[in-house]
């Protein structure tokens, strides 16, 4: 399985929309609908923010909403704040119980 | 709360195993879930490694699977992994993770990470 591609960087500015994409194949991403998106903070575990392409863990604002069309998911961030700031991972169910990760996008805030 | 903890030894030297253990607190493994571990190189993203079962059934990464034994110690609650043949490149932080699998798979609960580096 080969990993998902996202852009190595995204950014705007606060309160700004900005989307970031994910990439795969229908073995992955086209196959399923179990996208997941996580935040990662420097130094620190990644955190889940979406997951099946756009449900939302308790806790989670409703600025991060998730969507997929073929084998393209995205995440969008809505009214960007400073504390959005972070790498970005998508992970796709590859059948057998497996998963497969993007290659991560560094989120900046301008 | 479901708490995950990793233990196991920093250094690792070439061609040599590297053996981590995670110990969960707060829920006991033996009831269900899958539990798994992934990794991530310095300054890169993350990979998937593989997971098991409670009751023993594993799922391995195809590109790892060679080289990658991950068991379960429910009289412990812990689940261990096991990578065989280690080079540089399996430099990273590992992570060991509840998988939440209901249909689909997402990690619902992370370990805070262990960084396990490969040199002679």
């Known amino acids: 399985q080969s990993a998902l591609t996202q852009p190595p960087s995204a950014s705007g500015s606060p309160g700004q929309s900005v989307t970031i994409s994910c990439t795969g194949t229908?073995?992955?991403?086209?196959?399923?609908?179990?996208v997941s998106w996580y935040q990662q903070h420097p130094g620190k575990a990644p955190k889940v923010m979406i997951y099946d392409v756009s449900k939302r863990p308790s806790g989670v604002p409703d600025r991060f909403s998730g969507s997929k069309s073929g084998n393209t998911a995205s995440l969008t961030v809505s009214g960007l704040q400073a504390e959005d700031e972070a790498d970005y991972y998508c992970?796709?169910?590859?059948?057998?119980?497996?998963?497969?990760f993007g290659g991560g996008t560094k989120l900046t805030v301008l | 709360q479901v708490q995950l903890q990793e233990s196991g030894p920093g250094l690792v030297k070439p061609s040599e195993t590297l053996s981590l253990t995670c110990t969960v607190s707060g829920y006991s493994i033996s009831s269900g879930y899958h539990w798994g571990w992934i990794r991530q190189p310095p300054g890169k993203g993350l990979e998937w490694i593989g997971s098991i079962y409670h009751s023993g059934s594993t799922y391995y990464n195809p590109s790892l699977k060679s080289r990658v034994t991950i068991s379960v110690d429910t009289s412990k609650n812990q689940f261990s992994l096991k990578l065989r043949y280690v080079t540089a490149a399996d430099t990273a932080v590992y992570y060991c993770a509840r998988p939440y699998c209901g249909g689909g798979c997402h990690i619902d609960y992370w370990g805070q990470g262990t960084l396990a580096t490969v040199s002679s």
């Open positions: 992970s796709s169910y590859a059948g057998s119980n497996n998963l497969v």
């Open positions: 229908s073995s992955d991403v086209g196959g399923y609908n179990y």
